[in-house]
Nanobody
Framework: QVQLVESGGGLVQAGGSLRLSCVTSGRTFSSYAMGWFRQAPGKDREFVTGISWTGRTYFGDSVEGRFTISRDNAKNTVYLQMNSLKPEDTAVYYC?????????????????WGQGTQVTVSS
């Protein structure tokens, strides 16, 4: 069983930055594709970004150019750096993992999820 724990959420003004972290248990973190998803009130959970075990990255259209994702396999951690935040980025952000060489954009493909961390961007 893999456990994921997110941290770093909070309240920030529009234009500001936040960095989320997701620490993953287990010895095979480097074998996992990692994704970040978010869910705003009344909306479906959407793909934000993902990173493969080789470091290849993928981004949702709404965040490309503002968000970056990285991973530190030695620390079993994936990071989400969010810059130029907008009020519409307000959501609960979830970290997800799948033992795969491929990053999937669909939440249905991921096997493990964190509990989520709230990000609120004020205007």
């Amino acid at each position: 069983q893999v456990q994921l724990v997110e941290s770093g959420g909070g309240l920030v003004q529009a234009g500001g930055s936040l960095r989320l972290s997701c620490v993953t248990s287990g010895r095979t973190f480097s074998s996992y594709a990692m994704g970040w998803f978010r869910q705003a009130p009344g909306k479906d959970r959407e793909f934000v970004t993902g990173i493969s075990w080789t470091g290849r990255t993928y981004f949702g259209d709404s965040v490309e150019g503002r968000f970056t994702i990285s991973r530190d396999n030695a620390k079993n951690t994936v990071y989400l750096q969010m810059n130029s935040l907008k009020p519409e980025d307000t959501a609960v952000y979830y970290c997800a993992a799948k033992r795969s060489s491929i990053v999937f954009l669909s939440q249905r493909e991921y096997d493990y999820w964190g509990q989520g961390t709230q990000v609120t961007v004020s205007s």
